[in-house]
């Protein structure tokens, strides 16, 4: 982009976003304003009334809406997602989390990465188009969940209308993804990475009984003991690690962008698995989770009081599932490598890797293509999410689903996410709307 912000086709996108992120759609049992919800959507019908005049809108659970553009042909439509509400704030923000301010050639608060940015990115383009009359080669869906953040119904409910009305999406693009600057050590080039599978999000509640008593009088291995040495031993025994194909794909496209020494081990990261695993289990946490799936122990609970024996010890197991491991086969680890079966294991929740959409597809190229186009110094490229997303729901009607926010986002920027200081440039906002805009024109007949 070239000149002054103002003068872009899409300039009044900023101000919309700032109208937006001034609503605090809180996503939280403890902080849920329903009013909140209903100020954004006719915050939404006041901003993009083509939208609502000309398309048909459905309100999906709650506070989502599902939107229906019909194209020229409905034999492969699309899908594309955002949703509408945020985590909660605390402190330590620069400017105030719901203020919307315009400050440095960004607009800062809670929701202008997540995922408020994509809400407008894909509403202005679809509102530009329509007062173009502009006619997409295929169907065109939007869909906006109203409690991603919670793990809630809105984006179930969605597929579920979807499925009534036999609509079978050839592609869907949700959020996940970004142009990822600094995301690679020694990597100058920003990368398009765009997840094709994310992690299965599974709990198990391990529990030790005993006797219990009074704290004079202990006996050896009681609940709590049994407890920790389950613990020690799953501390361990992580889950073997390789890296997984998306993982491949992206250090091959990212080889001639790499320093030169790193070129070739880059390139034939398909054979050189075993030494690309290593190191990055070794290279941290952040890493070593691309490389296996994860299992850390987050709750734990035994006597109420100091002075009592427990007489039941519990703990809670968080495990990020890999796209290539089982639900199944994780719990079977898990109880292998504990070995007491006086440790009652149960599961809570159970979710399998989603799973993986292809690369080598017109879709992706679609994505692909569009991405060179918008962000010509990016390095289009598939990886494996590590946190969950609404898209995973429509994994069940859909073979393509893709998740990338057209933006670009800096180190900093990526872990303000859900956390203080979130903020989108204008220019990165205004590039976003483009991209969803030339994506929607390129549609194949
Ligand atoms: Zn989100």
């Not at 050590?185 to 920003?190: N, S």
């Not at 529990?207 to 291995?221: C, D, I, K, L």
Request: aromatic share 4%; glycine share 8%; charged share 20%.
């Amino acid at each position: 982009m070239t000149g002054t912000w103002e003068a872009h086709p899409h300039a009044r996108a900023v101000e919309t976003l700032q109208a937006l992120v001034r609503i605090p759609t809180v996503s939280h049992p403890d902080q849920l304003d329903p009013q909140a919800f209903e100020d954004l959507l006719v915050e939404l019908e006041r901003r993009f009334p083509l939208i609502h005049q000309r398309l048909e809108v459905t309100r999906v659970h709650t506070h989502g809406l599902l939107v229906h553009w019909p194209g020229a042909s409905a034999a492969r439509p699309v899908v594309l997602m955002a949703h509408l509400d945020v985590v909660p704030v605390e402190d330590g923000w620069t400017h105030p989390p719901f203020s919307g301010d315009l400050v440095d050639g960004s607009v800062w608060g809670r929701g202008t990465l997540d995922d408020k940015g994509c809400v407008v990115g894909i509403c202005e383009a679809v509102e530009a188009l329509l007062e173009r009359d502009f006619v997409p080669a295929q169907d065109v869906w939007i869909s906006l969940g109203c409690d991603e953040e919670v793990f809630g119904q809105g984006a179930p409910l969605a597929v579920a209308e979807l499925v009534r009305r036999g609509v079978r999406p050839w592609l869907v693009v949700d959020e996940g993804g970004a142009v990822a600057s600094e995301a690679f050590p020694g990597i100058g080039a920003p990368i398009g990475v765009v997840g094709v599978t994310e992690k299965g999000v599974t709990s198990l509640e391990l529990s030790v009984e005993g006797s219990g008593g009074h704290a004079s009088t202990p006996t050896r291995n009681g609940p709590t003991a049994r407890l920790a040495r389950a613990i020690t031993r799953l501390d361990r025994a992580p889950l073997p690690a390789r890296v997984p194909e998306p993982t491949v794909e992206l250090f091959r496209r990212l080889a001639p962008h790499a320093p030169a020494p790193l070129r070739p081990v880059l390139a034939n990261a398909g054979r050189l698995r075993p030494l690309l695993t290593r190191v990055l289990l070794a290279a941290g946490p952040e890493t070593a989770a691309m490389a296996r799936t994860t299992v850390a122990v987050t709750t734990l609970s035994g006597s109420p009081a100091i002075n009592v024996i427990a007489a039941n010890a519990k703990a809670g197991v968080n495990i990020r599932v890999m796209v290539g491991d089982t639900v199944a086969g994780v719990v079977e680890h898990v109880r292998r490598t504990i070995g007491d079966d006086q440790v009652r294991l149960e599961v809570v929740e159970a979710h399998e890797p989603s799973p993986l959409s292809p690369v080598d597809d017109d879709a992706f190229r679609l994505l692909e293509s569009t991405i060179r186009e918008v962000f010509p110094d990016a390095v289009p490229a598939p990886y494996v999410m590590m946190a969950a997303t609404d898209a995973r729901h429509f994994t069940t009607i859909c073979e393509r689903v893709y998740r990338f926010a057209p933006f670009r986002m800096t180190l900093a920027q990526r872990q303000s996410i859900h956390a203080a200081d979130e903020h989108l440039g204008i220019e990165a906002l205004l590039d976003g709307v483009d991209w969803y805009r030339r994506l929607i024109e390129r549609l194949p007949a």
